[in-house]
């Protein structure tokens, strides 16, 4: 499938963790990356989005709202970010990504929920300018976005794999 955004967020639009992000996503961050790259594109993808998130669509953020295959957003984007300012737990949008080989960059509070490891499997940044300039490293070097999308392939697997993280559980059921 083409690659027609730069990135991609997705997400339960309605959800307050979500909607915080997403606006410091659409006037935080892509203010600094539209100075280099004026025609990035951002898809903001997701069930009901709030009125505020409709509101930040423009000619460089999309807002899609539902999609009946949210796959869609992702293999249409070349990174996932999530820059999840506040909410806890699994960030399951981010494992999402990286078990369908697209490079991440979240906030260290969904780095940490799910254990990557940065400039390993996964990017962390804790302010607009460092979610930026992580974007357009990847954006501009071929062979660290291949390394990242790798990685995180590799990594999602091996920690998230159904059959390794069933099998103990399998194991109490079955004796």
């Known amino acids: ?14 959800y307050p963790p979500n909607v915080k992000a997403a606006h410091f996503l659409a006037t935080e961050i892509i203010p600094l990356l539209i ?14 989005p709030h009125s505020s998130v409709k509101r930040l669509a423009s000619k460089n953020v999309i807002v899609t709202g539902w999609l009946d295959q ?15 300012q506040i909410g806890t737990g699994m960030q399951n949008k981010i494992l999402e990504a990286m078990a369908m080989q697209i490079p991440c960059i979240t906030s260290p509070l969904a780095g940490d929920a799910i254990g990557a490891t940065h400039d390993a499997n996964i990017l962390i ?8 300039n992580l ?5 501009q070097s071929e062979k660290k976005y291949s390394m990242l999308k790798t990685n ?15 099998a103990p559980l399998l194991e109490m059921v079955s004796s």
């Open 152 to 166: 995180a392939f590799n990594w999602v697997k091996s920690q998230y794999d159904w059959n390794i993280n069933g």
């Open 135 to 139: 974007c357009l490293d990847l954006l």
């Open 70 to 84: 949210i796959t869609d957003a992702y293999n249409q984007s070349k990174i996932f970010i999530a820059p999840m």
């Open 35 to 48: 100075q280099h790259k004026p025609n990035i594109k951002l898809v903001i993808a997701g069930a009901d």
């Open 1 to 14: 499938m083409e690659k027609i955004y730069d990135l991609a967020f997705t997400g339960n639009m309605s």
């Open 125 to 132: 940044a804790e302010n607009a300018s460092e979610f930026a």
